[in-house]
């Protein structure tokens, strides 16, 4: 992942440039979208989504306010939220969020152990989704163009 998306790359930086150090910056690809991306689900898609949000997933528990801001936002792409998927999933559906809106756990996420969990809101909620980290969740009705476009790529792979 790219060291720029909550990976302290930034704090990292700054901190080698107060003490004088060179730094040079490599940008990664964010696995907030290359997970998503290779598992078959966009972060957008013309008449479904038009915009996304990255976040963590590591918020101060028992606040839903706090995901007030993003629970308008089409997609959701929650990192490092795994621990708290109950807790999130609860705050969203209570910020209006539809209970039925589908959810994706990608876990090991382009690695020979990936494996792709599909829930709703409302399971995920009541903790009847078993998602294991690392994985990236991913929020919003894009995660139903996956049975669409996973086999396209698939298919691609292939050739």
């Known amino acids: 992942g790219d060291p720029m998306v909550f990976g302290r790359g930034a704090e990292e930086w700054a901190w080698l440039a107060q003490r004088g150090w060179d730094v040079e910056i490599?940008?990664?690809?964010?696995?907030?979208?290359?997970v998503p991306?290779?598992?078959g689900i966009p972060p957008t898609f013309r008449g479904v989504a038009g915009g996304f949000a990255v976040v963590t997933g590591h918020r101060r528990e028992g606040d839903c306010q706090q995901w007030a801001v993003w629970a308008?936002?089409?997609?959701?792409?929650?990192?490092?939220?795994?621990?708290?998927?109950?807790?999130?999933?609860?705050?969203?559906?209570?910020l209006g969020r539809s209970a039925s809106e589908p959810v994706a756990f990608i876990e090991s996420g382009t690695t020979a152990h990936e494996r792709?969990?599909?829930?709703?809101?409302?399971?995920?909620?009541k903790g009847l989704v078993d998602a294991q980290p690392p994985a990236v969740m991913v929020i919003g009705e894009v995660v139903r163009l996956r049975e669409?476009?996973?086999?396209?790529?698939?298919?691609?792979?292939?050739?």
């Open 26 to 34: 490599v940008p990664g690809v964010s696995a907030s979208i290359a």
């Open 37 to 39: 991306a290779l598992a």
């Open 72 to 94: 308008k936002v089409d997609t959701l792409i929650v990192l490092m939220g795994v621990g708290h998927r109950d807790e999130i999933a609860r705050c969203l559906i209570s």
């Open 116 to 125: 792709v969990v599909i829930s709703t809101l409302s399971e995920v909620s």
């Open 148 to 159: 669409q476009l996973r086999p396209l790529l698939a298919a691609v792979s292939a050739a």
